[in-house]
């Protein structure tokens, strides 16, 4: 009876492993990126793959996990300082209208002086954003030059699916990911379809010749 057991746990083990390892590379990535998906998307019942699309992925500014991060930050930060410049004219309009004269109160005033001190704090923002962008670009710009790309790092993936957004809406998601060698670990994950300031955009934008951002004089708004 023992011989037997041992038989059937062999034969299963020996089964396992043929099935896993007949997987094909889409198989595999898809596997692995339909349990990614099932802890982030909202309505993961209404998930349905349409393609899986895998080659090979080199060891270019796209892939590096560090060239995607620091993308990633200045991306973020890129938000922040179009949120900060857009409040800065707000400000400067609101400015304008209370600009002390003849004519001019004490109510009037102290708009004015509110609204200066709110352009002042948000170019001042701004300014410091500007310069945290800049010393990304001057690291991303090194790590890219580092970069052997004749190497292969593992899998690049296009993934399509459709999914139900918060609305009830259909929809259809296109998403790239680089998987490891391995097809254990995802390594990035991009949103193709983001027109956005995405991580995309900063690495272009260095490859193809960062030039700094420049600071704003704000002395005159004080």
Known sequence: ?????????????????????CKSKEEKAAELINNALS????????????????KEAKYTAYNDT????????????GVLLSEYLDEGRDAKEYMSIYTPSYYSSSYSDSKYYKYQKKAVEAYTNANLLVLLINNNAKELKKQIDKLDTSQIIGWDVDHSFRCK????????????????KDFKTILLKEDMDDEGDTPRKFVKFVISGW????????????
């Open 66 to 77: 560090t060239c995607w991060r620091l993308a990633t930050e200045m991306a973020a930060k």
């Open 39 to 54: 802890k982030t998307l909202y309505d993961f019942e209404s998930y349905q793959p349409i393609e899986t699309m895998v």
């Open 165 to 180: 957004t918060k609305g009830g809406s259909a929809a259809i998601g296109h998403y790239r990911y680089v998987i490891d």
């Open 211 to 222: 030039e700094d951002l420049p600071t704003m004089n704000i002395d005159h708004l004080k």
């Open 1 to 21: 009876m023992k011989k037997i057991r041992k038989t059937l746990l062999f034969t299963v083990s020996i089964s396992s492993i043929l099935l896993i390892c």
